[in-house]
């Protein structure tokens, strides 16, 4: 398994932004663009939610309609990094934001379902005050 650790969290106030990265290590002989990349997120007493994908080779994105035009995804191959890029935030978007892993396929396209990933962040607290 690839080991994925999340970064960026922290506290802001709504209109502000952050940028999460997401840095990935550990699997020997097999490149990081050889992952399709995701974040989502998780609220206290909510489900896990997606909130953006990429493809391994960057080349597709998606996003959830509660973050469109907001949030823009990317990756950095050859720093084994992904980036959430968050913009004009709001209260609502307070949660646990994990990256995921996805290697399972061979296609270069996004994955949107958390059950199709293979491997997960631990997770950084983004918390945006009213």
């Known amino acids: 398994q690839v080991l994925l650790v999340e970064s960026g969290g922290g506290l802001v106030q709504a209109g502000g932004a952050l940028r999460l990265s997401c840095a990935a290590s550990?699997?020997?002989?097999?490149?990081?663009?050889?992952?399709?990349m995701g974040w989502f997120r998780q609220a206290p007493g909510e489900e896990r939610e997606f909130v953006a994908a990429i493809s391994k080779s960057g080349g597709d994105t998606r996003f959830a309609d509660s973050v469109k035009g907001r949030f823009t995804i990317s990756r950095d191959n050859a720093k084994n990094t992904v980036y959430l890029q968050m913009n004009s935030l709001k209260p609502e978007d307070t949660a646990v934001y994990y990256c995921a892993a996805s290697y399972r396929f061979q296609r270069d396209s996004v994955v949107l379902t958390w059950i199709e990933y293979d491997s997960w962040g631990q997770g950084t607290q983004v918390t945006v005050s009213s």
């Open positions: 550990g699997r020997v002989g097999r490149a990081f663009s050889s992952y399709a």
